[in-house]
T-cell receptor
Framework: KNQVEQSPQSLIILEGKNCTLQCNYTVSPFSNLRWYKQDTGRGPVSLTI?????NTKSNGRYTATLDADTKQSSLHITASQLSDSASYIC??????????????FGSGTKLNVKP | NAGVTQTPKFQVLKTGQSMTLQCAQD?????MSWYRQDPGMGLRLIHYSVGAGITDQGEVPNGYNVSRSTTEDFPLRLLSAAPSQTSVYFC???????????????FGPGTRLTVL
């Protein structure tokens, strides 16, 4: 069964600290993996997109890694800021029927950055 | 660019009522989709469209209808609202969704729907 599991469900860190969010997946055939940030009451916003051949991609203080062999990804946030408080969603895309992508969404990690 | 816009932001319906959630994008994207987001669950695909005049069902289509008469607009219709349809609804668009595509999906701000 195609699934995306994220951990932890929620996380509280102090401003300025680093943190790492995890994503494990069983989606096949793998096409790409995306991380989104969703602020409370808003729609998800794309942070990174990685294909099979990419094992790391950065977007400012956000760095995503991908291990396609173990089917694991992580999102590392450096020097956290209060504005990083949000839910972070891992999405794995499968090439379905060679026509289009089918997206599998994780349930997200809710990050709370405290001053 | 306004991006992806959705109206209304909030809506309360009574069981059995019908309504249309509006979605529009001004980026000339071919692919548009509707998702619902429920607490503790990942987003689930309701319906999608790969271009004007072409729509198809996602994983949870029952109780919903869509049409795509223009590239810009993709409304979602609730035929007879039920409490199980209480959720947050997101519209999304991307240039394409062809297999292997890495096109960014842009999401609207969402519509929070409560069915009493």
């Amino acid at each position: 069964k195609n699934q995306v599991e994220q951990s932890p469900q929620s996380l509280i860190i102090l401003e300025g600290k680093n943190c790492t969010l995890q994503c494990n997946y069983t989606v096949s055939p793998f096409s790409n993996l995306r991380w989104y940030k969703q602020d409370t009451g808003r729609g998800p916003v794309s942070l990174t997109i990685m294909t099979f051949s990419e094992n790391t991609k950065s977007n400012g203080r956000y760095t995503a890694t991908l291990d396609a062999d173990t089917k694991q990804s992580s999102l590392h946030i450096t020097a956290s800021q209060l504005s990083d408080s949000a839910s972070y969603i891992c999405v794995v895309s499968a090439s379905w029927g060679y026509n289009f992508n089918k997206f599998y969404f994780g349930s997200g990690t809710k990050l709370n950055v405290k001053p | 660019n306004a991006g992806v816009t959705q109206t209304p932001k909030f809506q309360v319906l009574k069981t059995g009522q019908s309504m249309t959630l509006q979605c529009a994008q001004d980026m000339n994207h071919e692919y548009m989709s509707w998702y619902r987001q429920d607490p503790g669950m990942g987003l689930r695909l309701i319906h999608y469209s790969v271009g004007a005049g072409i729509t198809d069902q996602g994983e949870v289509p029952n109780g919903y209808n869509v049409s795509r008469s223009t590239t810009e607009d993709f409304p979602l219709r609730l035929l007879s609202a039920a409490p199980s349809q209480t959720s947050v609804y997101f519209c999304a668009s991307s240039y394409s969704n062809q297999a292997g595509s890495t096109d960014t999906q842009y999401f609207g701000p969402g519509t929070r729907l409560t069915v009493l």
